[in-house]
């Protein structure tokens, strides 16, 4: 009886859902029209074709008519096929002797005639799984990711000789730093979400919202469960400090790989000195909180590598597989595990006796966030 009185509240509310959202009469208003809508979600340059990976984003189901390079109408296959129903993806293949540098917009009918493009500011190789490119992943990795953290982790002598006004400021200075890392992380993916168009099809702005407080209760658990298995606290701290940074990485890493892909060198470049700013003062943040615990060297390298090694990753997911939407939520994702970091620091700066409105706490927090304003200002 019990059960029943849960169940049938739950299939009543399913019954209603499927009448309101079933084709045909239901709750359609008399002559409504619902367009069609996809998103061109990347373009490849390959060895005499030209690939565009295509998605419905739309609410009805749609078929790929025919494709065309500059407007003009080219041959193309659509694999897996031209019939796309709501959020299915296909690859639209145009044979095409393109040239590398110049601009193109791919356009993509369908069969009611509605038509969708996507320009490329100018056409490059697309990246392969080789040994150059794994190079250069490891390359890019390693000045973005490990080697800034360890400058950063390198500070840890000097802070474990402060005095405790002056470790308070810096971290305080730390918290700053994670401050700045989550909101321009969140920032970041609600710009994904606007220039994919993410929020028709997957109510980009929400998915973002939510992507990061699943993450931030998820960190919230670990962080207890680390407690009950008796990880001394600061150590606790910078664990979690190292992985909110790792995730901010793995989503940076994908802005690099992508900007890469599209031939966006000096852009991309731009990222990864930026990045590697970045990452050194980010570093401090994972030293303060260990700076006078006994913490070896391996376990110095292994903060290092939880922060430094998700760059790689994420710029060969950037580089070789893109998806907009992964990018979005991984990024919100990251913000909401530095928003957690930021939770247990505070916590834990309280219960060292730190007066968190304290005048070299609130100066702390306060330059540590105009330090990173700045690296993002001239980087």
Do not use: K
Request: charged share 10%; hydrophobic share 60%.
């Amino acid at each position: 009886m019990r059960a029943a009185q849960a169940i049938v509240p739950l299939a009543l509310s399913v019954a209603l859902a499927a009448y309101v959202l079933a084709p045909g009469p239901g709750l359609e208003p008399p002559g409504l029209v619902v367009l069609p809508e996809i998103a061109i979600e990347r373009v490849e340059f390959a060895d005499g074709e030209i690939r565009a990976s295509v998605r419905n984003t739309g609410h009805i189901d749609v078929s790929i008519a025919q494709a065309d390079v500059n407007d003009r109408i080219q041959p193309s296959a659509a694999e897996p096929g031209a019939d796309l129903g709501r959020l299915a993806q296909a690859t639209v293949r145009i044979p095409y002797e393109w040239n590398a540098g110049e601009p193109y917009e791919i356009g993509i009918t369908l069969d009611d005639g509605t038509r969708f493009a996507r320009a490329v500011e100018a056409a490059v190789p697309a990246f392969r799984a080789d040994a150059p490119t794994l190079s250069y992943l490891v390359a890019v990795g390693a000045c973005v990711g490990v080697v800034p953290v360890a400058i950063g982790l390198a500070w840890r002598p000097a802070i474990a000789r402060l005095r405790s006004g002056a470790r308070a400021a810096i971290l305080a200075f730390a918290v700053g730093l994670l401050a700045f890392v989550a909101a321009d992380t969140m920032r970041e993916s609600l710009e994904v979400s606007a220039e994919w168009g993410l929020d028709s099809a997957y109510n980009g702005t929400l998915m973002a919202a939510t992507a990061a407080a699943l993450v931030f209760l998820a960190m919230q658990w670990a962080s207890s469960a680390m407690r009950r298995a008796g990880a001394q606290a600061p150590v606790a701290i910078a664990v979690l400090v190292a992985a909110g940074i790792g995730m901010h990485n793995l989503g940076e890493g994908l802005a690099i790989g992508a900007a890469a892909a599209l031939g966006q060198a000096a852009f991309a470049s731009t990222l990864i000195v930026g990045l590697a700013l970045h990452n050194v003062t980010e570093g401090l943040a994972i030293a303060a909180p260990v700076a006078r615990s006994r913490v070896g060297l391996a376990g110095l390298a292994g903060l290092a590598a939880l922060a430094g090694l998700p760059v790689m990753a994420g710029t060969a997911a950037g580089a070789l597989a893109f998806s907009p939407v992964s990018a979005a939520v991984l990024l919100a994702a990251a913000a909401g595990a530095v928003a957690q970091v930021i939770a247990s620091m505070a916590s834990w700066m309280r219960s060292e006796g730190i007066s968190l409105s304290g005048a070299p706490v609130l100066a702390g927090a306060g330059a540590g966030m105009a330090t990173l304003y700045a690296v993002s200002v001239l980087a």
